[in-house]
């Protein structure tokens, strides 16, 4: 059996990410792609590293285009995403790569992306552990609404969401600092992006607690934890087009024993088919380049207190467009690791 | 039905990738893999970016461990590959990814390579177009040992060989410079392949007709002119890891027309399924990594009479490993894409 | 004494190249800054490496804001560079970045930027072999307008003149390939310079002897030759932001002897302050990074009867702004190095 | 007056930026080179990015070749730089590059680097703010034995002083996390320094309070706090050269008001000629790159209770061979930024 799927918004580096896991997923069919200013052109003036499908045109974004389908996934701008929603079938299965439907808290939404809150779809991360006992994975099955998490989030999230759960971690006393690849700002032109302001330089933004990824944080780590987390978060743009390597510190609760806590990280994710805990080595962006993997190691530095725990994801797959797929497989009753099993593209 | 395969010399850049195309595969099944100062390691110590066989160890490189295998792949350094493939079955189908049994020519070997000729295998090249008429594919198929070409070589000769095999271009006025990745290099340890040398650095090197891929090159486009071709080929290392970008020039023959060179490259390669023929754009390395795919575009620049083909691969992937896999197929008799169909990871 | 400077489009990199070079000469003091969009903001933030003069406001640029001046650099748009140039008094010195001026046929700048020719200045290379004897230094002294030369044509011209000019060389048969860094293609937003496109990626462009510097760079072979010289000539844009690397090859004229080209090349350059002549090692980029040096290394390939003459430079410097103080001093009859006598920076 | 200067240790790194910053300084003359394994080469073939020492010879470090010089500046190994030491005369300014006389616990040295304590210099960070009141800087006048600071410490210590010293920081809440360039890892081949590791990769190092400039942190900022301070500390190794942006946060203290930190930020370092402190924007690698300057922002969010002072630095310079100039200019009474005062390149 094979489900036809749309992307709309595929001309974006999102959009382009979704168009090769599609490819490569053995259960899918391509149907629709969907822009706004770029309709008409071609997906290989847009996306050259698809050769397969570099005859097919770009066709506007609305109702017509992408009704049909058994699948539509939304890479779009925030705000677009929740009108484009409104015109699709109920029965028709939407993964949201935005923003706008991730959120709980309409006040969250509001005081970081300063529109009005269109809702809340199930979130789409399978692996987080929650507070109430499970994971999220048991909430997608059969699913038609799917919000795919922020990719800092999701690095963050599952660094910190067991030792949360297990109450060995003080949620209130969270840093994260990342490295993160250029692909994750998108392909809209900002001189700020410009090759020559990137090479060889580091740069961190979004500092002081106004990243917009902030209260998804904080969502996801209260739902492990059982009590209201909170965040600093600070991003660094570095040189790499691809990738998140995050440095996630979390000062111990007092109950806290590190022996535990690894114990509680393997039972955790020891049968995760995506998470890799680490023990001798350290992450890399690298060896999780365009894979659905996830990469941890824990630390513990008893001289602070802290537990530092570095993640490592890609970013447009286990961060966007893999998680994506993975949602999509079980809301469809599919084997959740369909069409995303291979392994990362290094050195 | 599936194939076991071993793969020796599996702690380098290439063995990697022959691991990572290998566990692609619909029709192979791992077996042993081997290394000589890195035998008893884990594969997850080596190649992080493969947690499917992280737990598998390397084994020494020797007769008994390469035994047993339907396929052996070599990635080993030159003069070892022929000891080596001394101890293996006649029935055993053996791809050497390394030079040992690429040249025909013993005086050209010892001139660049200084050690005895060990001989000449199939050139493992399938798309190379032959003065004689036809490609080199059809003599792949059931072939027991294959050379995998060079990696600059494959950038070069698929760029030019269809314009020569129709005596559009002058054999004896070749100019290639390519921008090459420091992959190709492998993994050993040298000063000049430092990061702190390579980042935001770019530097040639084998300057002067010294490079020894070049016999290999002049080889292939002799055979596709049908007369002796000579090259000056001088790499420029440039800070990506992985990744050729060759430009190619040569002069035009005399009864050369542009409109006719067209046509002559589509009639050879648009067939292919790994060659993309790009009209309205330009190759780039990004379109092609992790690829097997080959990006040509053809200009003719009329005031200086001569075409420059620029090529674009991954040196890991058709510049190497993709191309084992894909004389692998063609000696096993399988379908010659089967396992390498995939798009690029770009950005 | 003391010259006062001004630095007409002083917001893009070569005017803050310029505005770098001017703080560390001892002789200069800056004037004006001009910009046209950019007018009203700060230096610092649009160049916050210099913060000596972070909190000196951009002017626009006209005739009254750069009137006064010893000096004016332009490092302006081509066409817009003519149109401010005459406003400058005659007895202000002159030095334009741009290529309004520095082609001396009228058809050769219509076929290659579209517009009316503007005129012919003194060209700023002094190191350049004249086949009439001499350099071209001797013409820029008390000179009062100087076209800088473009920064690709600076790589090659100084790789190939003596040769040229000693007959060594064929005039007609140079092949020059460079890798060059993203800076030179200025700051203005372009889709296919966003670090996302180029990080890890090289790709050619002005492919098939379109780029605009070929004329020039004929302009000078030709003047070097003393008989016309045609180049073929290719950019390949690598992850670098500084930097030109060029593989400039050429065969060899009958009389042509390898020992003779060096001894040609030792007498053209060992008193040239910024050319280094590499005998046991190969230029790179990172070897001339912020300074106004350029590294050149001679190798002869017999098989192909091509020399290789590998040229490295820092396009900002050597290749514009530096390039455009040598040249100011020559004109002002300054010491010829002031300013310019500092190591680059490396790794 | 001209002082004349010896490096020991001058084919590494840290060793070559000592070498370009002295010969750009005008009261400084080059005296003997030094080295190891590198004696008797010339410093073109290590450092050919400074042609105008090119021809100099590597000597051996040894008391005979260090004797006679005003200055000798030490650039190697720690431990070795000990034993050097003990060698030069009482009258001759030492000032050693590494990291043995940097602590004042001997405990913390042997828990750390596992030898013997060789004793404590005087620190060479002329900006510290002391908990005692006034500067660093007013210790190292007339003084014969400087310790350089370490570059990562630089990048906190400078970052976070002010605030505690004005007690509005809690001292034993500090996490900082740092985006570092490879050249602070020095010359030496390790496998995970190659370019194809590097390239396109992001990793963390020394995690879990195990890098050994904690101890050194620790120790200014208990000098700055006036009572005991603690620090997470983690750097992440990306892909540039030069540079370090480091992501420093502090839980704030009870009396915390960032309008009053912004006024204690601006007092302790408006006058420094080397510390930019940034308001509308945010530090880069970039903006730094070369030259010897410290670019700071302060940003609160006031939702954790955490002020996040993002610094930028090059590693080399300001990380060390600036540093190491600076304290030279005050310790012989030179002008503190004589040789210094140049802005960086960029981009």
């Known amino acids: 059996m094979s489900y036809r799927v749309a992307v709309a918004g595929a001309s974006g580096y999102v959009g382009g990410e979704l168009l090769r896991l599609i490819l490569q997923h053995p259960e899918l069919e391509l149907g629709a792609v969907t822009a706004n200013t770029n309709a008409g052109q071609s997906l290989g003036s847009l996306h050259p590293h698809l050769p397969a499908i570099a005859d097919r045109l770009l066709v506007e974004t609305n109702e017509a285009n992408l009704a049909g389908h058994d699948v539509v996934f939304l890479a779009l701008p925030h705000a677009t995403s929740a009108e484009v929603a409104k015109t699709l079938s109920d029965s028709t299965l939407v993964l949201d790569c935005g923003a706008d439907f991730r959120l709980e808290d309409p006040s969250a939404w509001e005081k970081f992306y300063g529109t009005p809150h269109a809702g809340t779809w199930t979130y789409g991360m399978p692996e987080l552990t929650l507070a109430e006992g499970g994971k999220q994975r048991g909430r997608l099955r059969d ?36 490295s993160v690849g250029t692909s994750g700002a998108g392909r809209a ?159």
């Open 143 to 178: 699913q038609k609404r799917v919000a795919v998490p922020g990719c800092n989030v999701t690095a963050l999230t599952l660094a910190l969401a067991p030792g949360l759960t297990a109450g060995l971690f003080d949620p209130t006393d969270i840093v994260s600092v990342m």
């Open 189 to 347: 032109l900002k001189s700020d992006l410009l090759a020559s302001e990137v090479l060889g330089s580091a740069r961190a933004y979004g500092v002081g607690g106004v990243h917009r990824h902030t209260p998804e944080m904080e969502q996801n780590l209260t739902k492990a934890a059982g009590v209201r987390a909170s965040v600093s978060f600070t991003p660094v743009l570095v040189p790499i087009s691809r990738g998140i390597l995050a440095v996630n510190t979390v000062r111990v609760a007092d109950k806290f024993d590190f022996e535990t806590l690894k114990l509680v990280y393997q039972d955790a994710y020891s049968d995760e088919p995506f998470i890799q805990l680490l023990s001798d080595q350290l992450p890399t962006t690298a060896a999780v380049l365009g894979s659905n993997n996830v990469q941890i190691s824990l630390a513990f530095d008893q001289h602070t207190g802290r537990v530092v725990v570095v993640s490592a994801i890609d970013n447009l797959v286990k961060g966007t467009a893999g998680a994506a797929i993975q949602s999509m497989n079980l809301a469809l009753g599919l084997a959740e690791t369909s069409g995303l099993m291979f392994g990362a593209v290094a050195p």
